[in-house]
Structures are given as structure tokens and as C-alpha cells.
């Protein structure tokens, strides 16, 4: 779903003469855009033919993908493949040829259970974390071991969200949702996420802050509580630029700036976004949810999720990505749950540059000066991992 403005918000043009209101809170840079710097015009547009695809149905194993985590490119054109099924990490040269292949099912040295994500840090190495083993494993441009990076406890369960110039690691810590013995009562809850860096050696610095988490719904079954995701629920948008961390609560269209210890920078904004939830986006979404569960469960699924309390508003975006150039590039929320179809572009600054629309059933992972990258499904469904021209 692309965004869409209230009156108000050409009413707020008008008096402002510009498409942009930049105001000083407390040292806190506050950008409130009006209106996109790029307005109508095509502004930046990603190609519809890829420079490269890697993928097929039948034939090389090594081209064959199953639940792909991540994919990366390096500065000599290398693109490196995490592929969830054999937990392998495949590198291919720039015009595709397979170079080597790295890792594998187990907990050695090497070797992965989970791969959550992958960032290229200077020199090109490649970082691997590994959600289930809570460590990370550093690989050269041909995906030779360089070492292991096993993270400090505590935290217990940890995401990745990037790494700072300086070699930190940023990552994000969730809990209390999942708690059910502390009294509260059934209904909307939403608990805080901690945002936690670590030292490149894997030693834990501290808490950068926190956060609203991800929304639930609490329903008392018996003598019991039992939790689930409701329609339309919220959760923390996230990104690490080399100096920035960018997080937003989805809960208006508002995003926070920080400096690498917390300390809030920028606050921007897109004034007048419409976030109401129509009839035929509830119809919607809850049929998408109900095609993803069993159809024996579905008649249980339908009823919590019609008696579950729901968000007054959507959500009024996706996840979060920072180019190479530390543009902000915010994904447009989008009700089925699919890749989205745009994405939001927005300065290093905080100023909304404008829109860029992706290829159809393409999920965005990477953008460069001059390329994006990221996995598509054909009909099949089966993955391929494709290289975009990105023509500013």
C-alpha cells in the first residue's frame, strides 16, 4: 500500500511555501516533510530486466536456493548467498559463476544451525551471524574462515541489526511479550525491545535504549494465557547506518535518528499520512493470515483473530535499510505481507526524497550507488537471487 495524505496536509504546505518544516527540539533536529523532494516527477527507478540472476528449478545444485537468509555484494562485484536450507554461504563472481561454496549444516567452526544475516565490512569480509549458535563467523571474499566471533552473556536471544563504522555491533534483544505471569489482563499489549551493542570482539558495551517491541494479543484459554500476533500488529523498524541508527515504532510515520550510544539526533516525519484501516483492508489481510494455517485450524484462527483486539491504525510502514551513501530506505507497509512494492527514500538528513518502486514478488536486501539486490520468486515459487540497475 503506498502512502497516502489527509487535507491536511496540503493546508500545511500552503502555509509553510515548501515541501519541508525543519525545526531545533532540545539539540534535536526535527524534519517534518510535507511533501517528497521529488514530488511527481520519476525521481531514482530500478530497471525492469536484471544486470544478473542467479536461481534455477532444475540442474546445479549450486544455483538451486531454499529459504534464502540473506544476500550480500562486495566491492568487486562478488555476491555472496546465504541459503537457509544448507546453511551454506555461496559466493559467485559478478557474472555469476559459482567461486566456492562455505559452511554447512553443524555448530564447528565454520559451520551454521540459523543464519540470520550477513554485512560487508571493510576490507571486504563477509560477517555471518548465526541466530541459533549467538555468534559470528568472518569469512574473506571467497568464503575462507577468518575467525569467530562468539557474542558475551547476557542477552539470551539476540537479532542482528548492523554494524557501526567504528566495528560495533548493534543487536536487538526481545522479551516481556512472551511473558504471561505477571497479572496483566487479556487484550493489546505491546513490551519494550533493548538495543544492545557489542564490541567487534563480541564483549557487551551497553544498551543503547529501548524500544516499543512487537505487538501481541493476550486471551485467557482455560487457565491459561495464550498469545498471538492480531491483525494489523506493529512492531520496531530498524537500521545501522556507518555513524546513525534509525529506528521507528510504526505506530505513525515518524522516525528516530540516533547517535551510536542512544542519543536521539534527528526526529523526521511525513505529516498527513493516512493510516485507516478500510473494510476491504480487514478482509484482506485476515484471509492472507487464514491461507497460511492448516485447514483444520483455520476456523480456530478466525476466531481469534475477529476477537483479538487489533491497533487502531496500520502499520505505517515496513523494515528499514541504509544504502551505501546512508540513505534511509523505508519499505511501504503493505497488507497481503508481501515484499514490498516501494520503498521510501530518504536522505541522510531526515528529508523525503521520494519513492522508488521494486520489480513484482522482489524482496529488497541491498542497495548500492548504482544497483539493488535481492531475492524473486517466479510462479513456482521458486528463489532467485537478482541484481538491478538503479538509475538515479
Known sequence: MLLGFSAACSDLADQAGSGVVLRDSAGVAVVENLTSRWGDSAGWHVTRVPLLSLGAREGDPALQFAGIADATRLTDGTIAVADGRSAEVRFFAGGG???????????????FRAIERMVVSPGDTVWVYDFALRRFTVLDQRGVVQRVVSLERPPPALGFVGRFAD??????????AGRTDDGVQEGLRRDPAALVRFSAAGSLQDTVGLFPGREVHLALEGDRMVMGSPLFARTLSRAVANARLWVGDQASFEIG????????????RVVG????????????????????????RRPGMRAF??????????PAYGEFLVDQEDH????????????APAWYVFAPDGRWL?????PARFRLLQV???WVLGVSRDELDVEYVRLYALQR
Open 354 to 358: 521520494g519513492t522508488v518502486v521494486m
Open 368 to 370: 548500492g550507488d548504482s
Open 97 to 111: 559463476a559459482l567461486l566456492s561454496i562455505s559452511g554447512g549444516q553443524g555448530e564447528g567452526p565454520g559451520e
Open 328 to 339: 534511509l530506505w523505508v519499505a511501504a507497509y503493505d497488507v497481503i505481507g508481501r515484499p
Open 305 to 314: 483473530l475477529e476477537e483479538a483486539e487489533r491497533p487502531p491504525t496500520r
Open 167 to 176: 566495528g560495533a555491533l548493534l543487536m536487538a534483544q526481545f522479551w516481556g
Open 257 to 268: 535518528g540516533y547517535e551510536p550510544d542512544g542519543t536521539p539526533a534527528v526526529l523526521t
Open 273 to 296: 499520512a493516512d493510516l485507516s484501516i478500510r473494510r476491504q483492508d480487514l478482509d484482506t489481510v485476515l484471509a492472507d493470515r487464514l491461507r497460511e494455517v492448516r485447514p483444520e
